[in-house]
């Protein structure tokens, strides 16, 4: 199976800071990689597919790029609603989709 | 409004079955393939299950392989997941998600863009 594995595994930060979370994947998985928010008690929410595109509705201060092994996902400025914990996915292995052990970003 | 509702969590012993439900509303399910994904307490969230619109396509994680099944009834726009012999292990919420395919930079790209608020899971005696 393909490994997925986020850094950091948490992170402080504070309202107005430029946040970047990289996922690394232990093959390459071209740019089938997708990024997912969860705050607590809720479900995933999509916010990036293909490594760098905006799902529909997602504020455009989130952004992703990478491709090959390394991702990162970055948000510009961080809004009191964008604390949460956030999760890749690798797409490339269709009979095996694999998550990352997920970011949680708190307010510091 | 686009919608999964799941149902069918509770509490079960060690060894026993239940059987999971996922409604649909609101899209053309029979156009879709759907993934369940579950999270243990506590921790990140685990692929469980995929198939394919037709149900010609299914595949299962090496955790859950040989005692669930997925299946869905495109007529009822209902996905389900019977798990059988369960174990503590598979404690969750369960979710449901849709997986879809969007054509861009030259290939095709699956995610999981649609997903139900889950149900709850406990496997304990």
């Known amino acids: 199976d393909i490994q997925m594995t986020q850094s950091p595994s948490s992170l402080s930060a504070s309202v107005g800071d430029r946040v970047t979370i990289t996922c690394r994947a232990s093959q390459s998985i071209s740019s089938y990689l997708n990024w997912y928010q969860q705050k607590p008690g809720e479900a995933p929410k999509l916010l990036i597919y293909?490594?760098?595109s905006l799902q529909s509705g997602v504020p455009s201060r989130f952004s992703g790029s990478g491709s090959g092994t390394d991702f990162t996902l970055t948000i510009s400025s961080l809004q009191p609603e964008d604390f949460a914990t956030y999760y890749c996915q690798q797409s490339f292995s269709t009979s095996r989709y694999t998550f990352g052990q997920g970011t949680e970003l708190e307010i510091k | 409004e686009v919608q999964l509702v799941e149902s069918g969590g509770g509490l079960v012993q060690p060894g026993g079955s239940l059987r999971l439900s996922c409604a649909a509303s609101?899209?053309?399910?029979?156009?879709?393939?759907m993934n369940w994904v579950r999270q243990a307490p506590g921790t990140g969230l685990e692929w469980v299950s995929y198939i394919s619109s037709s149900s010609s396509t299914i595949y299962y994680a090496d955790s859950v392989k040989g005692r669930f099944t997925i299946s869905r009834d495109n007529a009822k726009n209902s996905l389900s997941l019977q798990m059988n012999s369960l174990r503590a292990e598979d404690t969750a919420v369960y979710y449901c998600?849709?997986?879809?395919?969007?054509?861009?930079?030259?290939?095709?790209?699956?995610?999981?863009?649609?997903w139900g608020k889950g149900t709850t899971v406990t496997v304990s005696s």
């Open positions: 998600a849709t997986d879809k395919g969007t054509y861009t930079q030259d290939s095709y790209y699956y995610y999981m863009d649609v």
């Open positions: 609101g899209f053309t399910f029979s156009s879709y393939s």
């Open positions: 293909a490594a760098s």
